[in-house]
């Protein structure tokens, strides 16, 4: 099955640039779009980028996302990080092979 | 703007069903080509994709999931729900409705609840 693996934690000053990827198991990560979801503590996710690269109104131009096919992963790229940045990362995606929609475990952005 | 709330009982025993229900405001259920979806997220966990459904009443569930879950819409309340059978305490999590955008390569949850706990337990 496919699964989407995170690193489970990144941590990096403010005003830095940091990256977060999300690599895919098998077959072509591709196939089906890409979302990233921001989840701060105690609070529902909410979407940073949709469609691999894409940002819904209301998010910062900071929040990029991309894809590279050659690794087989997606990367949610924020520069000039806030402190406010700080929450927990997935990204998800969808298992076209059995009908299945995945996310990764996550990833902790820490701002220090 | 389109807001969902999930609503059930905050415990539930080993071996019954949970039942929880999505009211949906700010919008019709009915209106545009949306899914539903169920997704549940255990105390310090990722998130798990549980199913969803369209308002024509078509579903697809998570298939580790299937044999236990049964998504259901009543668009005269602008409700869906959600139950799920023969719970353990693995069942334990976070419960989030959301919006499921689903086109040509595309399968994206916007807007989601705020999330209610569900806690198995005796």
């Known amino acids: 099955n496919f699964m989407l693996t995170q690193p489970h934690s990144v941590s990096e000053s403010p005003g830095k640039t940091v990256t977060i990827s999300c690599t895919g198991s098998?077959?072509?990560?591709?196939?089906?779009?890409v979302q990233w979801y921001q989840q701060r503590p105690g609070s529902a996710p909410t979407t940073v980028i949709y469609?691999?690269?894409?940002?819904p109104s209301g998010v910062p131009d900071r929040f990029s996302g991309s894809i590279d096919s050659s690794s087989n992963s997606a990367s949610l790229t924020i520069s000039g990080l806030k402190t406010e940045d700080e929450a927990d990362y997935y990204c998800?995606?969808?298992?076209?092979?059995?009908?299945?929609?995945?996310f990764g475990g996550g990833t902790k952005l820490t701002v220090l | 703007q389109v807001q969902l709330q999930e609503s059930g009982p905050g415990l539930v025993k080993p071996s019954q069903t949970l039942s929880l229900t999505c009211t949906v405001s700010?919008?019709?259920?009915?209106?545009?080509?949306?899914?539903w979806s169920w997704i549940r997220q255990p105390a310090g966990k990722g998130l798990e994709w549980i199913g969803r459904?369209?308002?024509?009443?078509?579903?697809n569930y998570n298939p580790s999931l299937k044999s236990r879950v049964t998504i259901s819409v009543d668009t005269s309340k602008n409700q869906f729900s959600l139950k799920l059978s023969s719970v353990t305490a693995a069942d334990t999590a976070v419960y989030y409705c959301?919006?499921?955008?689903?086109?040509?390569?595309?399968?994206?949850?916007?807007?989601w609840g705020q999330g209610t706990l569900v806690t198995v337990s005796s």
């Open positions: 959301a919006r499921n955008i689903v086109l040509m390569g595309l399968n994206w949850f916007d807007p």
């Open positions: 700010g919008g019709s259920i009915s209106s545009g080509s949306y899914y």
């Open positions: 459904i369209y308002t024509s009443g078509s579903t």
């Open positions: 098998s077959g072509s990560i591709a196939s089906n779009y």
């Open positions: 469609e691999d690269n894409q940002r």
């Open positions: 998800q995606s969808y298992d076209s092979s059995i009908g299945n929609v995945v």
